[in-house]
């Protein structure tokens, strides 16, 4: 197996709605924010290489929406999908597996692209199946109205009618299942419901791709989550519990949206579980 991150671009947010509650006195330790409040936030991806399987974990924001629409959210660097994908010697074809932890339009963008005289829309990735679960594809197909705008039906109604939408099993009772792609997946439902977390065992460790259950270090305090998350009470019980096994088995920790930490580990402290070491992508693959 060979990991490979993949930096999809790169934005800013609110730093307020990136820490809800949380005064900024004190999230601005960690998350500086620049005039207009807003914070650097990454779109940094995973591909895996798994025997004949090219399997990419979310897609980023994409670049078939308007320049309005971006304007919301100052993108900055030349970092692209494609272009990452190329440094790694892959083409978007190559891929065979699109597993996206949630349907949030800065996770799964990048899937849909426009058909080539731009009159509708289509797969990105030609020769890939999609990767969703049930009950968080009916919760983005008949959105709730606090979530309503972050679901974007052309990035996501393509995939189903394309013939490449497929399902993982959720598990019954257990929160963490093993996929059909090889690896764990740990169910979370603060943020949304059923975000799925990719747990990757490559050389020894276990590599958590993280997603929106731990967005940025800023944010590894219990109380310091978004103000996004739908059910922000359950977020508090899923991310200390996920902490607490990751301080316990020395979890490599795959940060989404830290734009200026890759990968950390975490210890238990007299505070709770805090940050332990800090490392590149280069450091563990």
Same mark, same amino acid.
């Given at each position: 197996?060979?990991?490979?991150?993949?930096?999809?671009g790169?934005?800013?947010?609110?730093?307020?709605?990136?820490f809800?509650?949380?005064?900024k006195?004190?999230?601005?330790?960690?998350?500086?924010?620049?005039?207009?409040?807003?914070?650097?936030?990454?779109?940094?991806?995973?591909?895996?290489?798994?025997?004949?399987?090219?399997?990419?974990?979310?897609?980023?924001?994409?670049?078939?929406?308007t320049?309005?629409?971006?304007?919301?959210?100052?993108?900055?660097?030349?970092?692209?999908?494609?272009?990452?994908? =190329? #440094?790694?010697? +892959?083409?978007? %074809?190559?891929?065979?597996? !699109?597993?996206?932890?949630?349907?949030? /339009?800065?996770?799964?963008?990048?899937?849909?692209?426009?058909?080539?005289?731009?009159?509708?829309?289509?797969?990105?990735?030609?020769?890939?199946?999609?990767?969703?679960?049930?009950?968080?594809?009916?919760?983005?197909?008949?959105?709730?109205?606090?979530?309503k705008?972050?679901?974007?039906?052309?990035?996501?109604?393509?995939?189903?009618?394309?013939?490449?939408?497929?399902?993982?099993?959720?598990?019954?009772?257990?929160?963490?299942?093993?996929?059909?792609?090889?690896?764990?997946?740990?169910?979370?439902?603060?943020h949304?419901?059923?975000?799925?977390?990719?747990?990757?065992?490559?050389?020894? =460790? #276990?590599?958590? +791709?993280?997603? %929106?259950?731990?967005?940025? !270090?800023?944010?590894?305090?219990?109380? /310091?989550?978004?103000?996004?998350?739908?059910?922000?009470?359950?977020?508090?019980?899923?991310?200390?519990?996920?902490?607490?096994?990751?301080?316990?088995?020395?979890?490599?920790?795959?940060?989404?949206?830290?734009?200026?930490?890759?990968?950390?580990?975490?210890?238990?402290?007299e505070?709770?579980?805090?940050?332990?070491?800090?490392?590149?992508?280069?450091?563990?693959?």
């Open positions: 197996m060979k990991l490979y991150p993949i930096a999809a790169n934005f800013k947010l609110d730093g307020g709605a990136m809800g509650v949380v005064p006195s004190l999230w601005q330790r960690t998350n500086p924010a620049d005039a207009h409040n807003m914070i650097d936030v990454a779109a940094r991806c995973l591909l895996i290489e798994d025997g004949n399987r090219l399997i990419l974990v979310d897609t980023g924001m994409g670049n078939k929406q320049d309005k629409f971006y304007g919301y959210y100052h993108l900055w660097g030349d970092d692209s999908l494609e272009k990452s994908l =190329k #440094t790694y010697g +892959f083409h978007k %074809d190559d891929i065979t597996d !699109v597993f996206m932890t949630h349907l949030h /339009f800065d996770h799964c963008g990048g899937s849909i692209q426009f058909n080539k005289d731009k009159t509708g829309y289509e797969p990105a990735f030609k020769n890939a199946r999609f990767w969703s679960n049930e009950n968080h594809w009916q919760w983005a197909t008949i959105p709730n109205r606090r979530e705008a972050s679901f974007l039906t052309e990035n996501i109604i393509p995939m189903q009618e394309s013939g490449q939408l497929n399902f993982i099993a959720q598990p019954e009772l257990d929160i963490v299942t093993k996929s059909a792609l090889g690896f764990d997946v740990f169910f979370a439902n603060g949304t419901e059923k975000q799925m977390i990719p747990m990757i065992h490559y050389n020894g =460790k #276990t590599i958590c +791709f993280m997603a %929106d259950l731990l967005p940025t !270090v800023g944010h590894l305090p219990i109380p /310091f989550v978004m103000g996004y998350d739908t059910r922000p009470l359950l977020s508090l019980d899923e991310k200390e519990k996920f902490l607490k096994m990751a301080a316990d088995h020395n979890y490599y920790l795959f940060l989404e949206h830290d734009a200026h930490h890759e990968i950390i580990t975490v210890k238990h402290t505070k709770g579980v805090r940050l332990n070491e800090v490392f590149t992508c280069k450091d563990i693959f």
